[in-house]
């Protein structure tokens, strides 16, 4: 049982959510923008990123550079 514990990857909650929120923002660069979308895209990237920058507050961490994607 001690092996397979320390055979599995331990994920940081706020690197995960973190890599959510770019996740987020990628994929809204690639959704087709017209009258319709751009509302639900401005929304879903709100709502995506809210989660990194929560869970940085509540760790502690400073701001996750989520803005700095290429």
Not at 2 to 18: F, G, H, N, V
Not at 19 to 40: M, W
Not at 57 to 67: A, S, V
């Amino acid at each position: 049982m001690a092996d397979i514990a320390s055979k599995e990857k331990i994920y940081d909650l706020a690197q995960r959510t973190e890599q959510f929120a770019k996740d987020i923002i990628l994929f809204a660069r690639k959704i087709p923008k017209d009258v319709v979308t751009l509302p639900l895209i401005s929304q879903l990237v709100r709502a995506g990123t809210s989660i990194a920058l929560t869970t940085a507050r509540r760790t502690k961490r400073n701001r996750p550079e989520i803005f700095s994607i290429n």
